[in-house]
């Protein structure tokens, strides 16, 4: 059986709760990642002394570039606090390196507005 399909039957759904893939936890000891920080795997060799599962071994897979937390868990088609713990594994482990998002800009003042909108009433 390949692991796109390991945890569904077409008919009943999943076969495996979220939690029992996260071992029952529902946080990380890593810090909190948000849904826009962006993660890639370090290219590291798994330990065999690692406890890593099946759905750890599918996220390292898919991180072979650089991409958004949010993104992955849309492809794996988990909750995203699932994908957050074992992404907490797998950081807790050397195996992924996390990004966090570029923080929103701050806008411009507002007498920076009204001179761009004065200077372009003077055209």
Do not use: C, N
């Not at 569904?8 to 495996?16: I, L, M, S």
């Not at 962006?38 to 599962?53: C, D, E, K, N, Q």
């Not at 050397?94 to 411009?108: F, H, M, Q």
């Amino acid at each position: 059986m390949s692991d796109d399909i390991e945890w569904v039957d077409e008919e009943a759904g999943p076969v495996v709760r979220p939690y029992a893939l996260t071992g029952g936890r529902t946080s990380t000891s890593s810090a909190a990642f948000d849904l826009l920080s962006m993660v890639v795997a370090t290219g590291s060799a798994v330990s065999a002394r690692s406890h890593l599962g099946s759905e750890h071994r599918r996220l390292l897979g898919l991180m072979r570039r650089t991409r958004p937390i949010v993104e992955i868990a849309s492809d794996v088609g988990l909750p995203i606090g699932v994908i957050k713990v074992l992404l907490g594994d797998l950081l807790d482990q050397g195996l992924i390196l996390v990004r966090s998002p570029l923080p929103a800009a701050t806008p411009p003042a507002e007498s920076l507005l009204q001179e761009v909108i004065s200077g372009l009433r003077a055209l």
